[in-house]
């Protein structure tokens, strides 16, 4: 079993040579990077980094010359997710968002969750990369959501297998909510995993906007999309918080 990262990017110079140094020491068969039209260093960057890992002689588990690859793509992470599952060869794919780290044994847990056929796909617990009180009050609500209701958000390394992907017709091409509208089409394809493992992402938008201020308008956002509102009347109210 063969698994890809995929990792959407726009004007990520701050956070992607961090995140891909951890992601590529785990020890995945690709890593790709799929950037939206970014202005700042995220090309250079990843490029960069794809060359210190073709000449990195500390790096053998590496069974591939280089398991960085960049891509562009049309803005949208829905359409930068399917150019880099599309450009894929493996049999599974995780798509990671830019301020998230996967665990340790990421790459172990997903093969595990998988052993078993019934499952099409899943995706990890969460953390935010914060001590306060009030981060681990949002993790802890994120979690139970997604096992009670079986839908994930990207914050979660959300992951599935190749086939399936194809099969129930990749992400929309919706200018957001595209990861819940993913996972609901998912489990209806088949059972999925719920790992127990921990990813840790930024707490930087809630930070920013303030915790509750940004739990009240996100809940909002999803409320109105399951009632039926479209993704692109909801885009310009979602900026704030993105």
Known sequence: MTIAVIIPVLNEARLIGRTLAHTVALGFDEVIVVDGGSSDETCSIVESSARQLRSDSLAPHVSVSSPIRLLSASQGRGRQLNAGAAASRCDVLLFLHVDTQLPLNAQQAVFEALLD??????????????????????????????????????????????????????????????????????????????VTEYVVTAFRRWENNGPIRTILLMWTLRFLYWIGVSPHRLQHFYSIVR
Do not use: C
Request: charged share 30%; proline share 3%.
């Open 117 to 194: 056929d019934t499952y099409v796909g899943g995706r990890f617990n969460v953390r935010f990369d914060s001590h306060r009180g009030v981060a681990r009050l949002i993790g802890g609500l994120m979690n139970w959501r997604s096992r009670w209701s079986g839908i994930a958000t990207g914050d979660q390394a959300i992951f599935v297998r190749r086939k399936v992907f194809e099969q129930i017709g990749r992400f929309a091409d919706i200018p957001l909510m595209e990861d819940i509208d993913f996972t609901r089409r998912l489990k209806r394809a088949g059972r999925l995993v719920p």
